[in-house]
C-alpha cells in the first residue's frame, strides 16, 4: 500500500501536469489551426489513439477514466477522436504523443512564424516534460 504522503504528492503533481496542459493547449491549437486542415497526410491516426503505460498512470492519478480508442478501427484509419476542427479530446485526456509530435509543415510553421510565440510554446512544453516526468518519477519512489 502506498503511503498516504506519496499519494498526496503523485496527485499534486499529476493536478500540476494538467495544469501544465491548459498552459500551452492554446499555443498548440493556435499552430495547428493554420496548418492541419489543408494537410494531405493526416497524423491523427486510430494507432495513435492508444495511451502508453505512463498516460494511464497519469491519467489515474489525475482520478479520471482514460478515453477508449476503437479497436474496430484499423491502425491507418483516421483517429476515431478526430472531429471536423481537429481532436474532440481536452488536451489532457489525449496520449501524450498527440501533444509532443509536430509533423514537418508543422514545424517549419514554428521556425518562420512568431518567434515569441515559438519559444514560449518550447519553454512551456519543456517545462510539462519536466512536471510529467517528476510525476511518473514519484511512482517509484
Request: one cysteine or more; glycine letters at 4%.
Amino acid at each position: 500500500m502506498m503511503p498516504i504522503e506519496t499519494a498526496n504528492r503523485i496527485r499534486e503533481l499529476a493536478r500540476r501536469v494538467h495544469d501544465g496542459f491548459a498552459i500551452i493547449d492554446p499555443l498548440i491549437e493556435e499552430l495547428t489551426a493554420s496548418i492541419c486542415p489543408t494537410c494531405s497526410s493526416v497524423c491523427c491516426i486510430n494507432r495513435h489513439s492508444f495511451h502508453a503505460e505512463d498516460d494511464l498512470a497519469y491519467l489515474a492519478a489525475l482520478g479520471v477514466e482514460p478515453p477508449m480508442p476503437d479497436t474496430a478501427i484499423p491502425d491507418r484509419d483516421p483517429c476515431k477522436f478526430l472531429g471536423a476542427s481537429g481532436c474532440v479530446l481536452p488536451r489532457h485526456l489525449r496520449p501524450f504523443r498527440c501533444t509532443w509530435y509536430f509533423c514537418d509543415p508543422l514545424i517549419s510553421e514554428m521556425e518562420t512564424g512568431n518567434g515569441r510565440k515559438t519559444r514560449k510554446l518550447s519553454a512551456d512544453m519543456q517545462s510539462l516534460i519536466n512536471m510529467r516526468n517528476e510525476l511518473l518519477d514519484a511512482f517509484t519512489d
